[in-house]
């Protein structure tokens, strides 16, 4: 199998004619190039992150095989979920930021918008699936009880709740927040039972999962949120869902092994990470439009505004300069954005590059009447969105706008796994290149004590 094959990395358009990235400018920092790629070869090999913290990502692709991220007795637990699966009417994954935003995308891709309204026939046995936690919102945690209430009320058995709570600290109020709710009043009429997928011993709900009986999956050290979607985070979800963790994980193996080099011309997710680097040192290029194409890829783009953002978007270098590195990121879809934000991308400030996705053989398809012109004869839907997708990249690259487009040959969890972990290994190199550390995201704590503060106040002055 050949990477270029599956995952095909076209960056024909950060250049053109008179504009864009010139070969001379990579030239120009060979040094740099060198330095990135030894220091994410030292992290593969030591598992040490820049500031000496365990960063163990480039372990994932191999979890199933190794015993570095997952013991061999939670290892056949994970495996034996989908049986535990099917006795449940509904799972609801509960979760915030990197213990949410990576299995939206599963769900999105392999179950689908429709995938509540089947029978549990036609999910395979499988449960219908929700998701909570993922904001304070009252109004969608009702409606969700709501929605659980009705259902249930339709049937004569008592309907099987699932809640699956990830959370690494275990303190996120979000999470936390929507456990205690969903537990209480979901349990006045459902059978309610939880799995945690949290910390080995850090934070609050290992003990409050070994306390009450709940069966327990580790969120492994050294795996930050952003990059947990081949942990037990994204697998156990996976698992409850059908969809085949060993062909996602195997996706991911295929990018490691193919993007592992320290020679530029052989590692193209060094060579996309050095494009984007040399956009934003030498071209102002400080906002990154992630544009994939078709519905059920929107959430992919919210998955990685959060790796970019959280990576990238740092005030210091790992040697402590002020630096302020990071692009804006901006999560889009097409076509249906090129109707609202293409007008911008093409005409407005010169500060961003697209990254279009697309996916060259489409699941499904329909062949419908089209008129051009004088013209009418029948054209696929997939023909027309990779068609409108192109005319998009074209039109920018006319203006001397930059873009890439990240191809994958088929939308199977085999290459969606690719896909992602080509996505970690771009940040890993660019924060390298721009020396921050990705793997760390200090800024979010600002507000935290804010919050909390005030949370605070109000319990103080809310008490009988
Ligand atoms: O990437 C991150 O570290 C964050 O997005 C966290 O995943 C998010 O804040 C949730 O944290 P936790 O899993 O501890 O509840």
Redesign the pocket.
């Known amino acids: 199998m050949h990477f270029q094959d599956e995952l095909t990395i076209d960056m024909t358009h950060f250049s053109g004619e008179g504009w864009g990235i010139a070969e001379e400018e990579i030239d120009a920092c060979k040094e740099r190039i060198r330095e990135a790629a030894l220091s994410v070869e030292r992290l593969r090999k030591s598992g040490k992150g820049p500031d000496g913290s365990l960063v163990l990502f480039p372990h994932l692709p191999y979890l199933l095989e190794e015993e570095i991220l997952i013991s061999k007795e939670e290892r056949e637990r994970l495996l034996a979920l989908s049986k535990l699966a099917k006795g449940q009417d509904i799972v609801v994954s509960i979760?915030?930021?990197?213990?949410y935003l990576g299995n939206q995308v599963l769900f999105d891709l392999f179950c689908g918008q429709y995938w509540n309204l089947m029978t549990k026939e036609e999910r395979h046995g499988y449960p219908q699936l929700y998701f909570a936690g993922q904001n304070l919102d009252p109004v969608s945690l009702l409606s969700l009880v709501e929605r659980i209430r009705r259902s249930s009320q339709t049937a004569w058995w008592k309907h099987k709740v699932l809640l699956v709570v990830?959370?690494?600290?275990g303190t996120?109020l979000e999470?936390v927040m929507a456990e205690r709710a969903l537990r209480e009043m979901l349990g006045k009429f459902c059978d309610v039972s939880v799995i945690a997928v949290t910390d080995k011993e850090k934070g609050a709900l290992r003990p409050l999962a070994e306390k009450n009986g709940w069966p327990c999956f580790t969120v492994p050290d050294g795996i930050?949120?952003?990059f947990s979607i081949f942990s037990q985070v994204g697998l156990v979800f996976a698992m409850l869902s059908g969809i085949d963790i060993r062909d996602f994980l195997a996706g991911a193996r295929m990018t490691e092994e193919a993007c592992r080099s320290l020679s530029l011309s052989e590692n193209p997710a060094l060579q996309l990470a050095v494009r984007k680097y040399l956009a934003r040192e030498n071209h102002g290029v400080d906002a990154e439009i992630i544009m994939p194409y078709g519905d059920s890829l929107r959430s992919l783009g919210w998955w990685y505004a959060?790796l970019l953002g959280?990576s990238l978007g740092k005030a210091l270098t790992v040697s402590g300069e002020e630096i302020h590195y990071g692009r804006i990121p901006v999560a889009a879809v097409g076509t249906t954005d090129m109707h609202s934000l293409t007008q911008e991308h093409q005409e407005g400030k010169r500060n961003k590059l697209v990254q279009f996705i697309t996916v060259r053989e489409s699941r499904e398809d329909a062949a419908i009447l089209c008129d051009e012109g004088e013209e009418r004869g029948p054209v696929p839907l997939s023909y027309m969105m990779r068609a409108a997708q192109r005319s998009d990249e074209e039109a920018l690259a006319h203006d001397g706008r930059m873009s890439c487009d990240l191809i994958m040959r088929r939308c199977t969890p085999f290459h969606v796994g690719a896909l992602m972990y080509f996505l970690f290994l771009t940040i890993a190199y660019e924060g390298a290149l721009a020396g921050v550390n990705a793997y760390d995201?200090p800024g979010v704590e600002s507000y935290k004590k804010i919050l909390h503060a005030d949370l605070k106040e109000y319990i103080v002055k809310h008490k009988k």
């Open positions: 979760g915030i930021g990197g213990s990830n959370s690494k600290s996120t999470p930050g949120g952003r959060q959280e995201q």
